[in-house]
């Protein structure tokens, strides 16, 4: 039986530093902390020369003032910080891990578009220090997931998966990460010994589609926060499953969660699935 995730009050308090704090997800996750009472912000980390290193957070954020400046190197707060959240650029997360490393400080990672080698240096970290890296920390994706696979084996090989993914103009990798975690559920489900079933379509003669693959349409546009559907696209039917995160506190929440979740454990690279209870055979 699965037992509803923990709640804020049910883990231990913590105090952050939060990467990127002048980017959409550094605000969201700070005014989603200040909402928290168990989380406290303990510093804001802007890239060298922002026009907010040196300002009140508060004052950045037009809430009054937070007793907390932003900084431009996270060294500057780490003795006060318990995790620190990120979520910026592949680059910016590389130069982070020799610090945490050194200091031994948990690590929450919400960034996304990382080369695999890349991801290899999270690895690493994280045979020292506990991470949590997830390409989407919505509690509703993350489910998702977890019945994306599920229906995936119920249906069986009749059903050809299709997943669309819709996000904001700005928004600078493609697919979603969140876009291949799905193709990467649904097709595990079906044939692990598919390497790398996903297909991102070209305009021309491209010829019909195997029945392997796992297409991702790719959407940019407006102030979309991150929509994702999965279709199973049968002879006779189909099935679609929707995910819409009308707002990045959806994420910020996770992250939050996520940071109070990691701080208290060993060393280890961790999903939202482990946080949320989803890989405990008890539940
Ligand atoms: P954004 O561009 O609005 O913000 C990124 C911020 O990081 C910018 O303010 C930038 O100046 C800052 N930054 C870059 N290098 C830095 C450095 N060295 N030190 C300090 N700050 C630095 O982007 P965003 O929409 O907030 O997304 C950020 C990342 O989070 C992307 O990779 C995105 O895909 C990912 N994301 C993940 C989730 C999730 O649930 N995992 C949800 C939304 C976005």
Known sequence: MMHPPQTPESLPAVRIAVMGVAGRMGQAIVLEALETSTVTVAGGVVRPAHPWSGLDLGACLGRKSLA?????????????????????????????????????????????????????????????????????????????????????????????????????????????????ALASAGAQARDAHTADPVVLRQRGLIGARQKEEVGIGVLRGGTVAGEHTVFFLGTAERLELTHRAVDRRAFAQGALRAAQWVYSRPAGLYTMRDVLGLNDPQK
């Open 68 to 180: 907390c400046r932003v900084v431009d190197s996270v060294q500057d707060v780490l003795e006060t910080t318990d995790v620190v959240v990120d979520f910026t650029h592949p680059q910016s997360t590389l130069e982070l891990i020799p610090l945490l490393s050194a200091s031994h400080t948990a690590l929450v990672c919400g960034t996304t578009g990382f080369q695999a080698q890349e991801f290899d240096a999270l690895k690493v970290l994280s045979q020292e220090v506990p991470v949590v890296w997830a390409a989407n920390m919505s509690l509703g994706i993350n489910v998702l997931l977890s019945v994306v696979a599920q229906v995936r084996h119920l249906l069986g090989d009749g059903y050809d998966l299709e997943i669309l993914d819709l996000h904001h103009r700005q928004k600078k990798d493609a697919p979603s990460g969140t876009a291949l």
